[in-house]
């Protein structure tokens, strides 16, 4: 889409591809391949994380390395489903909080603040998504966790935590991609509301919000993702039992967060299982981003 | 009116929710700096931890961050502003670039431990890096990478077409086009993507903790191992040295802080000359 092209292509039918080929100089090319690291680097994540697990995955099989339901290694047991299932409780618990607040601050910023709260509150999301994850970890440990202790009672450490801290770290993202979904709405969107005698939040909710929804879902999705990859923070205050989530209150571990607790000392098959996880946690990476391009595809 | 009665309703709902995420940052970073900067001397970023409990000082630590910091972008940023450079300015729809595009976005949202991962199995143990400013650099490069791409791409999109026009009309190839005129009008765009970059990889923990290691000394060397001050925070905070963490911690914001600010400055004078303000 370079802004030459356009007007050299014109005078030529179908030349193009001819037309890239002669014109592509030592500095385009040199360029080019800055620009295929990204592709390599990828590739190359991908070969060596593979590479690395594949012995788990023969050793124990795929079906009962993810949903065996006891992770001991010591012991040689390798199931994932405790992991697994904290993973998903975390994703999901902080979704549900963060998905309601972020597109609330969103539609806030955009639709209802005066510009200098709307350039306030920008800035602060922005900070919110700046601050390092083992801040938040330690903001927990100081501070969510003697909460947890007092109200629900325990030793405070657990899904809960988990929970409150993700939620804090995933709002940035539903608010960054929800206010830019709806900054894009068209203004006779919200204008034909009021002219018919509409109020603001109705010329929100039947105005604005139908035309943005693919955009909001679009953040939500790509929150989750962040959700389900974010380790220190997690780490810092699940307390690292590799149990069965029972209930909401108790000492849990996560993927990521295993892999980072193991990892200095693991060695055999602990490691290759570890591995194992960073190939779950990729693909699931991989598969929240697609589904997010397809969405935000799809709306355009 | 129950509508107009409803209609006031979300706005205070949407208020209140505005309010408390604002105070909830106002609290978090001022109960951090006000806990921090008790007890909090200059010597404190000067000096090194003494002792089994490895308390009294970070230099070692600012030390391996800005190191680490350093050497990523003099690997990243040559990449990511050319990468930039030929997506805004070279490429064209083919399947190429769209594979490109597609890896960067996977890229992306690779979870840091997976990159921590990688650096482990690639950079550490195949290629023999050790624990090493090198190998962390190589590592958080990859990570900071699709950032960097997609802030230079965008600032060098946000060069109006007339100046190419100009350019080119004045006889100027190409080439001369994009680094005499494209290249320093959109500098400080681009230079807010570095920052953010740089930001990234300063609170960066996962993703270090198994490439650049945990010794807690100077590094001088590129194969030099060290820990970084985010490392750090999470190593003490975890083994209960509280007040210590809290002095990690408000550097840590602090400098962030910094970065965000700065950015924010110098992308501001770049809309302004630009881009129409975005709502």
């Known amino acids: ?300 | 009116m129950r509508r107009r009665v409803y209609d006031r309703i979300v706005q205070i709902i949407l208020i209140a929710i505005a309010s408390m995420m604002a105070l909830f940052l106002i609290y978090l970073v001022g109960y951090i700096i006000g806990s921090g900067i008790r007890g909090f001397s200059f010597g404190f970023l000067t000096r090194a931890p003494s002792g089994i409990t490895q308390t009294g000082g970070v230099w070692p630590m600012i030390a391996s961050s800005m190191y680490l910091i350093g050497l990523t972008l003099l690997i990243a940023v040559p990449l990511g502003v050319g990468g930039g450079i030929y997506l805004a300015e070279y490429a064209g729809q083919g399947r190429i670039v769209e594979t490109i595009r597609f890896a960067v976005d996977i890229l992306s949202s690779v979870p840091s431990i997976v990159f921590g991962l990688f650096g482990l199995a690639l950079f550490v143990q195949f290629f023999g890096l050790k624990y090493s400013m090198l190998s962390g650099a190589l590592t958080l490069t990859l990570m900071v990478l699709p950032l960097l791409l997609k802030i230079s791409e965008e600032s060098f999109r946000a060069v109006p077409v007339t100046y190419r026009e100009a350019s080119l009309a004045l006889g100027a190839t190409k080439d001369q086009t994009i680094f005499r005129i494209i290249l320093p009008t959109a500098l400080p765009a681009v230079f807010t993507g570095v920052l953010l970059s740089a930001g990234r990889a300063f609170g960066e923990t996962a993703a270090v903790l198994y490439t650049a290691g945990l010794s807690p000394t100077t590094p001088v060397f590129p194969l030099d191992g060290g820990r970084t001050l985010s490392t750090h925070l999470y190593l003490l905070a975890t083994t209960g040295k509280i007040e210590e963490s809290f002095k990690v911690a408000m550097v840590l914001l602090v400098v962030i802080l910094v970065f965000n600010v700065l950015s924010n400055v110098v992308i501001s004078r770049f809309r302004r000359r630009f881009i129409k303000e975005a709502r």
Not at chain 1, 15 to 38: D, H, I, N, W
Not at chain 1, 192 to 220: C, D, E
Not at chain 1, 284 to 289: H, R, V, Y
């Open chain 1, 1 to 300: 889409m370079g802004h030459y092209q356009k007007s050299s292509t014109r005078s030529l039918n179908n030349g193009t591809a001819y037309l890239k080929m002669r014109k592509m100089s030592l500095v385009e090319l040199v360029l080019f391949l800055f620009t295929l690291t990204s592709l390599v680097g990828l590739v190359l994540i991908f070969l060596f994380v593979i590479k690395e697990s594949l012995p788990i995955f023969l050793k124990v099989g795929p079906l009962p390395f993810l949903f065996g339901s006891i992770w001991q290694p010591t012991a040689g047991k390798f199931g994932l489903l405790p992991l697994l299932l904290s993973s998903l409780i975390l994703v999901a618990g902080s979704i549900i909080l963060a998905g309601p607040l972020g597109v609330a601050l969103a539609i806030f910023m955009v639709e209802y603040a005066p510009s200098y709260v709307r350039i306030g509150l920008k800035t602060l999301v922005e900070l919110l998504a700046g601050i390092p994850s083992v801040v938040y970890g330690f903001f927990g440990i100081i501070v969510i966790i003697p909460l947890v202790r007092n109200v629900v009672g325990g030793s405070g450490f657990g899904l809960i935590p988990g929970i409150l801290v993700l939620t804090v770290m995933i709002i940035p993202t539903v608010t960054a991609v929800a206010a830019d979904a709806i900054r894009v709405v068209p203004k006779e969107n919200r204008l034909i509301i009021f002219a018919l005698g509409g109020t603001r939040w109705q010329s929100v909710y039947r105005g604005v919000l139908p035309a943005a929804t693919r955009g909001i879902f679009t953040g939500i999705i790509l929150a989750e993702g962040r959700a389900i990859g974010e380790t220190m923070a997690v780490l810092m205050v699940l307390g690292n039992a590799p149990l069965l989530p029972r209930t909401l209150n108790q000492p849990a571990s996560a993927l990521p967060s295993q892999i980072a607790l193991d990892m200095a000392y693991a060695s055999g098959d602990h490691r290759t299982a570890l591995f194992g996880i960073g190939l779950l946690l990729l693909i699931f990476s991989a598969l929240f981003i697609s589904l997010a391009r397809r969405v935000a595809r799809s709306a355009a």
